[in-house]
């Protein structure tokens, strides 16, 4: 179901860059990393099946082409996203990692339980597998669900990245008809270090839908000169979006036809995965309401809703069961609705549904500022302010934005940290930015309820509190207001099967989606007595908090970042440290 | 054996099919997957229960001022959670904030050491650590590279920066300069800076200016550059001259989006002496004064054309030097440019 354009597009690359290697007296013999340049086939679009208990999986580097863009990229087994890793609970898994590609690369097993020295993130885990060099993955699978792995280098923006599905050992407990991935990303046409180096020099350089004079925001002039005055922006939603994204599903742009088949009455699962480098996406189907059934890979009671907005790294399975229309537009719309992703769900080959437009850009609140309602009793008129309402610039504009006072020991106070959160009141009842009053039904974090008993239903025994930091315009992003250069030898340290809450505090205006790597966490959401749902990935709404529940019982050292890549590689990572090695004999 | 199946596009996971069925494992069971003691302890099969024998001493130990028996933890745990309102989620003030127990400092700082090679992911440490703070970027700007009309002779002039440096320090060039069409260059100067950072939106920076035309002269500088509040970029500099001379120089522009990508810039720029230097026409007090805007229109984030117009007057002692040299104290610029940066 691949569009026409692309096979065109193809043809004319392959001959471009055949004529160009002849002219260099090179052929395709010599492989991309001895010759050092970034050049390779053009990348297949959507991922083929891997299955069994020995795969091969290879880098390389590639050219992607999606509408009028191109530019390099990197593919494993030749298609972006990578293959399908399908696997069965229980079973062994030896994956091969083979590099052929010009840099340094790895595979992190995003959600999965494996020893800590098979889960790939160099500098950590292990060391990069350099150019030409092989490394061997060999674990056992533990579990059942939707997760997918990536590169844990600057390579998983440039097309590093896949699903990995495993069925339960003991049977599906859902009955479908028709199982589908939607892996969302987004792919630019430039290399992620350019991409970085504008993100830090230039001034939002890729926001085009910044506050003017000209805008139709709802924005007083109070509040506009409140914004200015704290030399922050409202429309700091995405730090890049559509003007370099174009936002792809299983790998295909907007115009390259992505279809999945279904017919009328099915019962039709959707793994969501968002592997995407820096968007967050709201999901809907319009006409089709989507019944969620699995997060981050574990089932939650099942809650139905219209709208869900996902994070980076996070998955939820959905099932929705089309009937009536010919067809509808899954719809992927990046948070600063920007651009969308799109698909159809179509129930013969070529049925359109028609795609809404992109909605109005949302703004920054009064909640993402750190002031939400219900708070400190500063001394101002909360009571006036609702939740997600803009209004009161005038009184904001008098106000500190960086009472560093009120910030705990713990966090180091620098030119890194740009804001303070005077009111961090916990947002697990957020939709996520921009989709407060939708007027339809939005998922939230308090809705999720685990479908089975957790095991360890301790109360915490420790409060670990860790504040999100940064600073907007140095492009400067850290935990406790320390990059990760600053403390590779001070990790955060828990003892063995010890049970911590982890309280985030979001001191920065954007969301940020954080993964603990090697273990599921559970959300501190009000869910029923052992029913916190288990998450690996978790959005600290800003100006907000977020908590979990960690029972830390896979020893070793762990990756603890953002997920926004480029907020992980300016400095917001940090190793998790679950000690003794030997677990519980030590 | 790896097994590859290729399928055409959409992602088809094969449509429900009957699978074995473990019929002791009916559904999966998340509990399972977070509690990997029994997977760990393959070789030891009591090591789970050892765990939780672990476990039930943390409960009570180093912590433990505020701990309670682990049994009241539980009731508490079950009740509060049972009844907790919305909003009021995770009430964490019963738990304690404390260090780490002792065993969670035990065995090497770095685990994978033993395993990889203590070289080898000592180098891989220091190229991630390196990768994931922030690396090192340059950048270019011309602010102003442009072509002036006035009366008399029409002119040009530029006004470029640059650094190279991580997010804390960084080495910082600019230069500025100007001069007629058919004339001489009138002023030129090259400053290489030290620039660290003194808060979120300031630099403070400090090194030498070397002037290029007229009477060479290098200065020491000392300066700040950031951004204050409403948005005003400001460079403001202190320089001391090797002959014992003291000026200073504030410049502030402020970008009003029209759009998203026509931009109104007004600037001023203000310099000042401690002392008359008459080789200079420079007076004591206040020397000149700038006001200019600029409208420009940005192609590119990176590459904006501009018109604008500028204003320029030398005030008090200096203008009358200017007089004295048959020059107009006040002079009105019509100007051309491109700013840009890469």
Known sequence: MSTNPISIDRRKFLSASAGAASLIGLGHSIPAWATGSHEGALARKGSDVLSGEHLTMTVADARFATGNRHGPAVTVNGSVPGPLVRLREGQNLVVDLLNESSMGTSIHWHGLLVPFLMDGVPGVTMAAVEPGERFRYEFPIRQAGTYWWHAHTLQEPMGHYGPIIIDPAGGDPHQVDRDYVVMLSDWSPIDPHEVMRKLKVGEAPFNYQKTTATDDYPLSGAERRMWARMRMMPTDIADVSAPLYTYLINGHGPEDGLEFAFQPGERVRLRFINGSAMTFFNVRIPGLPMTVISADGQDVRPVEVDEFQIGNAETYDVIVEPTGDAAFAIVAEAMDRSGMGIAMLASQPGAQAGVPPLRDPPLLTMADMGMSHGSSGAAMDHGAMDHGDTSGGEAMGAMNMRHTSLLPPSVVVGPGVDMVSMNPVDRMGDPGIGLDNVGHRVLNYRQLVAANMNRDMRQPTRLKEIHLTGNMERYMWSFDGQKFSAVADDPIRFAFNERVRVKLVNDTMMAHPIHLHGHFFELVNDAPHGHQPLKHTLVVQPGGSAQFDLTANEPGDWAFHCHLIYHMHNGMFQVVTVRPLQGGEG | ?342
């Open chain 2, 1 to 342: 054996m790896c097994k590859t199946m290729l399928l055409s596009l959409p992602l088809i996971v094969l449509p429900q099919v009957a699978v074995a069925q473990d019929h002791d494992h009916s559904s999966p069971n998340p509990a399972e997957v977070t509690a990997p003691v029994e997977e760990e302890s393959a070789d030891d099969p009591h090591a789970g229960h050892q765990a939780m024998d672990h476990s039930g001493h943390q409960v009570m130990s180093p912590d433990a001022t505020a701990a309670s028996s682990s049994g009241q933890t539980m009731g508490h745990a079950a009740m509060g959670h049972g009844s907790m309102d919305h909003g009021a989620a995770g009430d964490s003030t019963d738990i304690p904030q404390g260090l780490p127990p002792p065993e969670a400092f035990s065995g090497p700082l770095y685990a994978a050491d033993a395993f990889v090679g203590e070289e080898e992911m000592a180098a891989s440490r220091a190229a991630v650590a390196r990768e994931v703070s922030g690396l090192p970027v340059f950048w270019f700007q011309a602010d102003r590279a442009e072509y002036r009309a006035r009366g008399g002779q029409d002119g040009y002039l530029w006004d470029v920066q640059g650094y190279y440096g991580g997010d804390l320090d960084k080495f910082w060039f600019k230069s500025e300069g100007e001069g007629n069409f058919g004339g001489e260059l009138e002023s030129a100067e090259l400053q290489g800076l030290w620039s660290h950072a003194i808060g979120p939106w300031w630099d403070l920076q400090a090194g030498v200016r070397q002037d290029l035309t007229g009477p060479e002269r290098t200065h020491a500088v000392i300066g700040v550059q950031g951004l204050a509040p409403y948005l005003f970029e400001v460079d403001a500099a202190g320089f001391l001259s090797t002959r014992g001379d003291v000026t200073a120089r504030i410049e502030a522009e402020l970008d009003q989006r029209i759009t998203q990508r026509l931009i109104l810039q007004p600037r001023a720029e203000v310099n000042l002496s401690a002392q008359d230097i008459p080789e200079l026409g420079i007076g004591a007090g206040l020397d000149t004064v700038e006001l200019g805007v600029r409208l420009r229109y940005e192609f590119a984030r990176e590459f904006a054309p501009y018109v604008g117009v500028e204003q320029e007057w030398k005030v008090g002692q200096s203008a009358d030097y200017a007089r004295l040299a048959g020059e107009d104290p006040s002079v009105t610029n019509y100007v051309v440019g491109l700013r840009f940066w890469f």
